[in-house]
């Protein structure tokens, strides 16, 4: 359900577009001047914002500018009690969706919203698409690649609440976007509550409201996805009461989490709620870290070139080889960032093993192979044991190990 703010400094007005908004499947909410409307704005998502321009304080075309400026994506639809040509003028310039002389009917109020709201499900839509084919992380054709880009895919038309792990910065919230994206709820709402960025005392009210009933910024997700990112973050004492929200959530929101660290660990430690983890985790997705993956370094860097609009169409072979035996412990994103250094320095069409930052070419640091071969097999090992849900004997026999 879409919302939509209304900002008018009288009250009567409220009542008399709430009355004639909300029955047609609108939730609304009041703002009456500027100034208390920007206020809001920062602390709720708006689909939509019905403004009158003469108001005091802060007027109907100096909050235009300040939404616009914050979001200029934000659709907004003035109001006024006066024809008058220089204001709407300057409203349409300003960026408004629409102008609306008082007293208009209520035709053309309905027909203004219904447009307005088509906009703003298409925008989504839009950026949802565009966040999706912009995303580097499926770039390349190694088998790893293929079978995560599958299970995405399977893992975007389940109905019930996914939980994507992965290293730091595997840019699990570019993959939460790519669910969304192809999902059946693709032009619908996607909001995001990151528990790592919002500061402790803000969180509850971010998704509870003073009656423990879900806030209005979850419920803007309505038939949309709700991205609870670094859920692992989430303080012990909202734990509990976060996994009974997700449960009634049901079918209304579909609720997708993410989290850089081993969540059944930090179960068996009591950091981490064993009802909310069986609540989000019966449906994951793991995505594969950079080093378990690099032969599709040179695809994901033409991808990143070319979505950047530089020139290069290659990797010498000496970069690439350099890129290649790198461990990435900062992943896609450490990717990013030295293909954004090397395309500083680097000349022609291709990037070359000069143009590298000196922690790729400094060669000395890598594990000998007895090293790199150990990491490997403790890591498997531990994949190994966790899929046999901690039963050392049976992870012995898969391993040919004593247990």
């Known amino acids: 359900m879409q919302s939509i703010l209304i900002v008018d400094d009288l009250e009567s007005i409220h009542e008399m577009l709430d009355a004639v908004i909300q029955p047609i499947g609108y939730n609304t909410a009041f703002a009456t001047d500027g100034e208390i409307a920007l206020q809001k704005i920062r602390e709720e998502r708006y689909d939509i914002v019905l403004t009158d321009i003469n108001m005091k304080p802060m007027d109907g075309l100096s909050l235009l500018a300040a939404i616009k400026e914050a979001d200029p ?39 203004s919203i219904a447009r307005a709201a088509a906009e703003r499900k298409k925008r989504r839509q839009s950026g949802n698409a565009a966040s999706a084919q912009n995303s580097l992380l499926l770039s390349g054709d190694s088998e790893t690649t293929k079978s995560f880009n599958e299970r995405l895919s399977r893992a975007a038309k389940l109905p019930t609440p996914l939980l994507i792990t992965g290293d730091t910065g595997t840019q699990k919230a570019s993959i939460a976007a790519l669910v969304h994206a192809r999902s059946d709820s693709a032009g619908e709402p996607f909001v995001t509550v990151d528990a790592k960025k919002a500061d402790s005392s803000e969180l509850p009210g971010l998704l509870f409201d003073s009656e423990g009933a879900p806030s209005e910024t979850v419920r803007s997700a309505q038939n949309g996805f709700l991205f609870l990112a670094n859920i692992d973050a989430i303080p012990r004492e909202l734990q509990a009461t976060l996994g009974t929200l997700i449960r009634d959530l049901k079918g209304d929101i579909r609720v997708v989490c993410s989290s850089s660290r081993d969540l059944e660990q930090l179960v068996e430690e009591g950091q981490f709620e064993d009802g909310l983890y069986f609540r989000i985790a019966n449906n994951a997705l793991h995505v594969p870290a950079l080093r378990d993956r690099t032969e599709d370094i040179p695809a994901i860097a033409l991808a990143y070139f070319a979505q950047n609009h530089l020139p290069f169409n290659a990797l010498g072979e000496g970069a690439a080889a350099l890129m290649q035996g790198y461990r990435w412990p900062g992943n896609y994103t450490e990717l990013q960032e030295v293909l954004a250094a090397a395309a500083e320095v680097g000349e022609g069409q291709t990037i070359r093993e000069a143009d590298l930052p000196e922690k790729l070419r400094d060669i000395s640091s890598w594990p000998s192979l007895e090293d790199y071969l150990a990491e490997q097999a403790e890591r498997y090992k531990q994949a190994v044991l966790k899929a046999c849900q901690g039963d050392q004997g049976k992870a012995a026999s898969i391993l040919g190990t004593a247990p």
């Open 73 to 111: 994506e934000a659709i907004v639809i003035m109001m006024s009690g006066y024809a008058n040509i220089d204001n709407a003028t300057q409203a349409l310039k300003l960026g408004a969706f629409d102008y609306l002389t008082k007293p208009f009917k209520v035709d053309q109020l309905m027909n």
